[in-house]
């Protein structure tokens, strides 16, 4: 029976931990900071929930079925499965997450040294996609490229900004925005739906089991045990790495105006603390956690497309990547715009996916559960998806009647009767078959 060395679990940690660490990941919590102030914990504890809870529950119920999201949609249907993985996909891979991390890295980490240009954009995405090509060709070395070369220098870079960010902070913490006054905890969970991580795990779930593979594990459990490992090692990163963000952000203010986005307050506080040599350090950390996120996403859906339809992993890789280099020469602004209505509609899918795959192997009927309960997931997302584009009021009287409608979370208390609904129907139907 083989196993992993001790090392080698820990590179794994690694590299899951650098699959999560984007460009999102590292400016989302200095903007919610800001805006918390002196509610930053509170804010914190709720970006922690669906930035690293839900994502580190996403990696074990892919674990315990198998490691792909199409072992977790099983119970939908074969069809209904396989249209919803080839949506999660296409929008944390080629659509928007992806080329998203070239633009953000090259906005933030790139364009304070070089400047900003079309020309700039189109040389910076060709090198970076041709060095997310060489990786994402190599699947069977992920560990080596990504978990012992990239992340020690990512982690390094991180560790510096965190330990001035928290000992040495750029002023006192400021005051909280409205709504972080109001309900700093669902700001928060609001925040951790932004860095996509949920969806994200659905698709890196099958990297990390294929890298344990590629180790010449082969045990079932065993592979399902190190992918808990791995991901554990990860939150915790992740959960460090947040909360050394928030720090700095909240204690930013001084450095930037009011709703400042993340990116501006870290070029701000490393100006500040490190000056040149603080930018220099602000464009490794960027490009790195950028690279590494998108080496993963395009190696995930190779391993995906290759897998369900006729075509080579070779062929998708190259495929997607030549795509991403594309789409993201249109620049982060539309990219963004239309990626948010999106994200709106399939975070509610996802969350009600995972959630409900944790506990499916306990069910003798799971399809008779899940199925009912991610039709009203669906609904209420492609609702909120069409508001968050425009196409839909947001105050419509019944609507804004939902509990939680207007934090975006309309579609909670709806999935959660649904599901006390459909456990009550099959414990009927279940108890009457028992007594027949």
């Given amino acids: 029976m083989k196993t992993l060395s001790p090392a080698n679990i820990l590179a794994l940690g690694f590299m899951t931990f650098a699959l999560f660490l984007g460009a999102g990941n590292i400016i989302f919590p200095p903007s919610a900071g800001l805006s918390a102030g002196e509610n930053m914990w509170p804010t914190a504890l709720g970006f922690l929930l669906t930035a690293v809870g839900l994502p580190l529950l996403t990696l074990v119920a892919l674990a315990r079925v198998g490691g792909g999201i199409q072992d977790l949609t099983a119970p939908l249907g074969r069809l209904p499965g396989l249209v919803l993985a080839v949506l999660v996909y296409l929008a944390i891979g080629p659509l928007f997450a992806t080329p998203r991390t070239a633009v953000v890295s090259y906005e933030v980490g790139v ?56 000992l040495f902070p750029a002023g006192e913490v400021g005051e909280a925005a409205t709504a972080y006054k109001q309900s700093p905890v669902v700001e928060g969970i609001l925040q951790g739906y932004l860095t996509m991580d949920a969806l994200g795990a ?69 100006q500040y603390r490190f000056g040149t040599a603080g930018s220099l350090l602000l464009a490794v950390v960027i490009t790195l956690a950028c690279l590494t996120t998108a080496v993963g996403l395009i190696s995930a859906c190779g391993a995906f497309f290759s897998r369900e339809f006729p075509v080579s992993y070779t062929q998708v890789v190259w495929v997607f990547t030549i795509f991403c280099m594309a789409v993201s020469n249109q620049g982060l602004d539309s990219l963004i715009r ?8 399939l975070y509610p899918l996802a969350i009600v996916l995972v959630c409900l795959g944790l506990f499916s192997s306990s069910l003798a009927r799971p399809q008779n559960i899940m199925r009912p309960v991610m039709l009203v997931a669906l609904v209420f997302g492609i609702m909120d998806g069409l508001k968050a584009a425009g196409f839909m009021a947001r105050d419509t009287v019944w609507m804004s009647a939902m509990p939680f409608s207007s934090q975006g979370l309309g579609w909670l208390v709806p999935a959660i009767l649904m599901l006390a609904a459909a456990l009550l129907v099959e414990h009927l139907r279940y108890g009457r078959v028992q007594r027949a």
């Fill in 111 to 166: 364009v304070g040294l070089v400047g900003e240009s079309w020309q700039t954009l189109l040389v910076y995405s060709l090198l970076y996609f041709a060095v997310v090509l060489f990786l994402a060709l190599r699947p069977g070395r992920l560990v080596d490229n990504v978990g012992k070369l990239i992340t020690p220098v990512l982690l390094l870079a991180l560790v510096t900004l965190g330990i001035a960010a928290v």
């Fill in 202 to 270: 659905l698709v890196f779930g099958v990297v990390i089991t294929r890298a344990i593979r590629d180790r010449q594990v082969q045990e079932t459990h065993i592979v399902t045990r190190y992918t808990i490992i791995a991901s554990v090692i990860a939150a915790i990163g992740l959960a460090l790495v947040y909360l050394a963000l928030f720090q700095l952000g909240s204690t930013s203010s001084s450095l930037v105006g009011e709703g400042a986005n993340g990116g501006q307050i870290l070029a701000a506080f490393v």
């Fill in 338 to 345: 239309i990626s948010v209505p999106v994200l709106v509609g």
